[in-house]
């Protein structure tokens, strides 16, 4: 499974926008860049996901590099309710079972 | 609510004692992962079904965990003979289809002493 490199944390302040980055040189022609956030003591929830346009959703917005070996999740306006750990997560459009493989996720800190 | 549902969400027991963890997906989904979770730590991926099939399994579901899937619907996860390494969040997932977004549930806490 390819891998993705993400900082360990970000700080944000509220009501300012935050960019989360993603590395993936490894990425392959079929792989989708997925993100997905876990607020604290709940499970993973879905936030965005892109092949190779930029992608925008209630949620988010996803920047995908023009040679696809980086992104970037944007959050246009942080509220507190946005501290969570995002995890970046490549996965392979003909998997089998469609299973994501997490990495360590950035921590965002949203500070008020 | 019609999310995952797992239960129980915490659970304490003394190593040595066995212990099942259920998890009902969303009813129409036909996949449903298992994934274990330590602190500080991302999820780890552990089992698949796709309807009742299990189809997956990772080398970390040891000869100690069990998983089923009767009937395509609900999941149980079983821990025998449980150590102090087993205590971590249990979570399950379940999605429509193969590039469908994974919707997890809330997870099931062990604490084994």
């Known amino acids: 499974d390819a891998k993705t490199t993400q900082p360990n944390s970000m700080e944000s302040n509220e009501e300012e926008p935050v960019h989360l980055p993603c590395n993936h040189s490894?990425?392959?022609?079929?792989?989708?860049i997925h993100w997905y956030r876990q607020l604290p003591s709940q499970g993973p929830e879905y936030v965005i996901h892109g092949l190779t346009s930029n992608v925008n959703n209630r949620m988010a917005s996803l920047a995908i590099a023009e040679d696809r070996k980086s992104s970037t999740l944007i959050l246009h306006r942080a509220t507190l309710r946005d501290a969570a750990v995002y995890y970046c997560?490549?996965?392979?459009?003909?998997?089998?079972?469609?299973?994501?493989?997490f990495g360590q996720g950035t921590t965002l800190q949203v500070k008020p | 609510d019609t999310g995952v549902s797992q239960d129980p969400r915490h659970k304490i027991t003394k190593r040595g004692q066995n212990v099942t963890f259920r998890c009902d997906p969303i009813?129409?989904?036909?996949?449903l992962y298992w994934y274990r979770q330590t602190l500080g730590q991302g999820p780890e991926f552990l089992t698949y079904f796709q309807n009742e099939a299990q189809l997956e399994k990772s080398r970390l579901l040891s000869d100690r965990f069990s998983a089923e899937r009767p009937k395509g619907s609900f999941s149980t996860l079983e821990i025998q003979r449980t150590e102090q390494g087993d205590s971590a969040m249990y979570l399950c997932a379940s999605s429509l289809s193969r590039a469908g977004e994974l919707f997890f549930g809330e997870g099931s806490r062990l604490t084994v002493l």
């Open positions: 490894t990425i392959s022609g079929t792989d989708y």
């Open positions: 009813s129409e989904h036909n996949r």
């Open positions: 997560i490549l996965r392979d459009e003909y998997s089998n079972t469609g299973k994501l493989i």
